[in-house]
């Protein structure tokens, strides 16, 4: 089983970087039982940038509320990919 934890396949490295570990990811793929993703975002990107096949992708949810983090003076935030608390 792989997890993946952050989003490094737009933005934060070079293009040439990036294609790289896409094409690690990808190599890699056939041979992991599941690819586990912390939420439907992650999920999302792992099935657009083909990382893995949909069939092997599995959403575990975080184990803790982070709702308390969103809320600052009383404004509501929201939690998507690539943004950083």
Do not use: W
């Amino acid at each position: 089983m792989h997890t993946f934890h952050g989003h490094v396949f737009e933005g934060y490295f070079s293009r040439g970087l990036t294609r790289i570990f896409l094409a690690i990811e990808r190599f890699l793929a056939p041979y992991r039982l599941h690819h586990r993703c912390s939420g439907p975002q992650r999920k999302d990107l792992v099935e657009t940038y083909k990382v893995a096949p949909p069939d092997k992708v599995v959403t575990i949810p975080l184990g803790f509320d982070l709702d308390p983090f969103l809320r600052v003076n009383g404004q509501e935030g929201s939690l998507r990919a690539g943004v950083r608390l």
